[in-house]
């Protein structure tokens, strides 16, 4: 069974701070890891997108991924308000499935 | 471009009706993928489209069918509705199968009573 967790919160940190969501997947045999943000009502977007162990950085965010540890996460720096969504890590495997976690709420109060 | 487009937005069906959804890809992406999303179990994979076949089908009954046109527009049909298919639709385009970046459309919220 492939199985992406994710801790569903909600995870509320303060303005300007770093906030840090984690994500573990089941299989090893996976190839591709990204995150999607959803505002309350809309759809998902996707932020990040990782293939390799390591650290990726885009702008306020940094996608980290241990292949051995089968963990993925993201860190926002100096946090917003407007960064108050739900975060989905989604885990595509070999056969193209892509699999998403339940998701985690973050809040960023002002 | 014009983005991932969803109709309809809403719709109410009672149970053991079908209802059949629509999804526009983004113009020039040929891949259309399916997912349900609920508080329960949030976003869950329900298939992939890709030059009119199917490539990719997540574990749903076989209630739930979709096809693509030539156009790459994709169907979604749900027959025998029951309360528990109450859910955000959403279908994602990508310019490839089983692409990488894809884009979701607005959803579209089914309520069964």
């Known amino acids: 069974q492939k199985e992406v967790e994710q801790n569903s919160g909600p995870l509320s940190v303060p303005e300007g701070a770093i906030a840090s969501l984690n994500c573990t997947y089941s299989?090893?045999?996976?190839?591709?890891f990204f995150w999607y943000r959803q505002y309350s009502g809309k759809s998902p977007e996707l932020i990040m997108s990782?293939?390799?162990?390591g650290d990726k950085e885009d702008g306020r965010f940094t996608a980290q991924l241990n292949k051995a540890s089968q963990y993925v996460s993201l860190l926002i720096r100096d946090s917003q308000p407007s960064d108050s969504a739900t975060y989905l890590c989604?885990?595509?495997?070999?056969?193209?499935?892509?699999?998403f976690g339940a998701g985690t709420r973050l809040t960023v109060k002002p | 471009k014009a983005g991932v487009t969803q109709t309809p937005r809403y719709l109410i069906k009672t149970r053991g009706q079908q209802v059949t959804l629509s999804c526009s890809p983004i113009?020039?992406?040929?891949?259309v993928s399916w997912y349900q999303q609920t508080p329960g179990q949030g976003l869950q994979f329900l298939f992939e489209?890709?030059?009119?076949?199917?490539?990719n089908k997540g574990n749903f009954p076989g209630r739930f069918s979709g096809r693509q046109f030539s156009n790459s527009r994709s169907e979604m049909n749900v027959s025998t509705l029951e309360l528990g298919d109450s859910a955000l639709y959403l279908c994602?385009?990508?310019?490839?199968?089983?692409?990488?970046?894809?884009?979701f459309g607005p959803g579209t919220r089914l309520l069964v009573l």
């Open positions: 994602a385009s990508s310019f490839l199968a089983g692409g990488e970046t894809q884009y």
């Open positions: 299989d090893r045999v996976s190839q591709s």
């Open positions: 990782i293939y390799s162990n």
């Open positions: 989604a885990v595509k495997y070999n056969n193209n499935d892509m699999r």
């Open positions: 113009s020039g992406h040929r891949s």
């Open positions: 489209y890709f030059s009119e076949t199917q490539r």
